[in-house]
Protein backbone atom coordinates (compact mmCIF):
# COMPACT_ATOMS: atom_id res chain seq x y z
CA UNK A 1 0.00 0.00 0.00
CA UNK A 2 2.61 2.42 0.71
CA UNK A 3 3.93 1.36 -3.07
CA UNK A 4 0.56 3.02 -4.41
CA UNK A 5 0.98 5.79 -1.84
CA UNK A 6 4.71 6.94 -3.27
CA UNK A 7 3.93 6.35 -6.60
CA UNK A 8 0.74 8.68 -6.46
CA UNK A 9 2.74 11.15 -4.78
CA UNK A 10 5.26 10.72 -7.75
CA UNK A 11 2.73 11.20 -10.68
CA UNK A 12 1.54 14.22 -8.93
CA UNK A 13 5.20 15.98 -8.54
CA UNK A 14 6.06 15.24 -12.16
CA UNK A 15 2.47 16.49 -13.60
CA UNK A 16 3.27 20.01 -11.88
CA UNK A 17 7.06 20.10 -13.24
CA UNK A 18 5.47 20.28 -16.85
CA UNK A 19 4.83 23.86 -17.57
CA UNK A 20 2.16 24.61 -20.15
CA UNK A 21 2.96 26.92 -22.68
CA UNK A 22 -0.19 29.25 -23.73
CA UNK A 23 -0.21 30.41 -27.30
CA UNK A 24 -2.02 33.11 -29.06
CA UNK A 25 -3.79 32.34 -32.14
CA UNK A 26 -4.59 35.12 -35.34
CA UNK A 27 -7.47 34.82 -36.79
CA UNK A 28 -7.93 36.66 -40.10
CA UNK A 29 -10.40 39.30 -40.17
CA UNK A 30 -13.82 38.32 -41.36
CA UNK A 31 -15.05 39.90 -44.65
CA UNK A 32 -19.13 40.32 -45.33
CA UNK A 33 -20.67 38.42 -48.26
CA UNK A 34 -21.14 40.44 -50.92
CA UNK A 35 -24.86 39.78 -52.56
CA UNK A 36 -27.22 42.15 -54.47
CA UNK A 37 -29.50 43.68 -52.32
CA UNK A 38 -32.41 41.19 -52.56
CA UNK A 39 -30.68 38.20 -53.55
CA UNK A 40 -31.20 35.93 -51.06
CA UNK A 41 -35.31 36.34 -51.71
CA UNK A 42 -35.14 35.94 -55.32
CA UNK A 43 -33.17 32.60 -54.86
CA UNK A 44 -35.77 31.55 -51.82
CA UNK A 45 -38.69 32.54 -53.88
CA UNK A 46 -37.32 30.92 -57.29
CA UNK A 47 -36.90 27.50 -55.11
CA UNK A 48 -40.80 27.81 -54.34
CA UNK A 49 -41.71 28.08 -58.21
CA UNK A 50 -42.05 24.63 -59.11
CA UNK A 51 -43.36 23.44 -55.75
CA UNK A 52 -46.91 21.94 -56.09
CA UNK A 53 -49.93 23.11 -53.81
CA UNK A 54 -53.26 21.76 -53.83
CA UNK A 55 -56.19 25.23 -54.84
CA UNK A 56 -59.59 23.97 -53.48
CA UNK A 57 -62.81 26.02 -55.65
CA UNK A 58 -65.66 26.33 -53.43
CA UNK A 59 -69.12 26.56 -54.68
CA UNK A 60 -71.16 26.43 -51.61
CA UNK A 61 -71.70 24.24 -48.56
CA UNK A 62 -74.42 23.07 -47.03
CA UNK A 63 -74.94 20.55 -43.65
CA UNK A 64 -76.76 17.15 -44.20
CA UNK A 65 -77.85 14.66 -41.79
CA UNK A 66 -75.90 10.99 -41.97
CA UNK A 67 -79.34 9.18 -43.30
CA UNK A 68 -79.56 11.91 -46.42
CA UNK A 69 -75.76 11.97 -47.34
CA UNK A 70 -75.88 7.83 -47.30
CA UNK A 71 -79.22 7.92 -49.52
CA UNK A 72 -77.51 10.09 -52.18
CA UNK A 73 -77.87 8.70 -55.43
CA UNK A 74 -76.73 9.66 -59.02
CA UNK A 75 -78.69 12.15 -59.99
CA UNK A 76 -79.51 13.57 -57.01
CA UNK A 77 -79.34 17.67 -56.67
CA UNK A 78 -77.74 19.25 -53.54
CA UNK A 79 -78.59 22.30 -52.22
CA UNK A 80 -75.52 24.56 -51.54
CA UNK A 81 -75.64 27.90 -49.30
CA UNK A 82 -74.60 30.31 -52.19
CA UNK A 83 -76.77 31.63 -54.79
CA UNK A 84 -76.62 30.94 -58.71
CA UNK A 85 -74.35 32.52 -60.09
CA UNK A 86 -72.34 34.22 -56.90
CA UNK A 87 -68.67 33.85 -57.21
CA UNK A 88 -66.77 30.97 -56.17
CA UNK A 89 -64.51 31.42 -53.83
CA UNK A 90 -60.52 29.96 -54.27
CA UNK A 91 -58.58 28.78 -51.22
CA UNK A 92 -55.16 27.65 -50.86
CA UNK A 93 -54.75 25.46 -47.25
CA UNK A 94 -58.49 26.29 -46.02
CA UNK A 95 -57.50 30.45 -46.72
CA UNK A 96 -59.47 32.37 -49.43
CA UNK A 97 -57.12 33.75 -52.18
CA UNK A 98 -59.40 34.99 -54.83
CA UNK A 99 -63.22 34.73 -56.19
CA UNK A 100 -64.02 34.07 -59.52
CA UNK A 101 -67.12 32.39 -61.70
CA UNK A 102 -67.77 29.60 -63.29
CA UNK A 103 -66.88 28.56 -67.11
CA UNK A 104 -66.66 25.80 -69.21
CA UNK A 105 -63.39 25.24 -71.22
CA UNK A 106 -63.96 22.17 -73.65
CA UNK A 107 -66.80 20.64 -71.56
CA UNK A 108 -64.69 20.98 -68.60
CA UNK A 109 -65.46 23.30 -65.63
CA UNK A 110 -63.01 25.98 -65.09
CA UNK A 111 -62.69 29.17 -62.84
CA UNK A 112 -62.13 32.64 -64.52
CA UNK A 113 -60.21 34.98 -61.40
CA UNK A 114 -62.54 37.93 -61.37
CA UNK A 115 -61.02 39.28 -57.95
CA UNK A 116 -57.72 38.81 -55.93
CA UNK A 117 -57.89 38.80 -51.92
CA UNK A 118 -56.59 42.46 -51.25
CA UNK A 119 -53.24 41.51 -49.28
CA UNK A 120 -54.15 42.87 -46.34
CA UNK A 121 -56.95 40.34 -46.17
CA UNK A 122 -54.11 37.17 -47.23
CA UNK A 123 -51.78 38.33 -44.43
CA UNK A 124 -54.87 38.61 -42.10
CA UNK A 125 -55.81 34.94 -43.27
CA UNK A 126 -52.38 33.59 -42.95
CA UNK A 127 -52.42 33.37 -38.75
Not at 9 to 14: A, D, G, K, P, R
Not at 83 to 100: D, F, H, S, T
Request: charged fraction near 30%; aromatic fraction near 2%; charge should be negative.
Amino acid sequence: MEDKATEDQNVSTQDTDKEETIKSVEFSPLEPVKTSAGAGNENNMEMLMDVSIPVLVELGKTEMIMRDVLALTPGAIIELDSLAGEPVRIAIRGKIIAYGEVVVVDENFGVKITKIASTKDRIKNMG
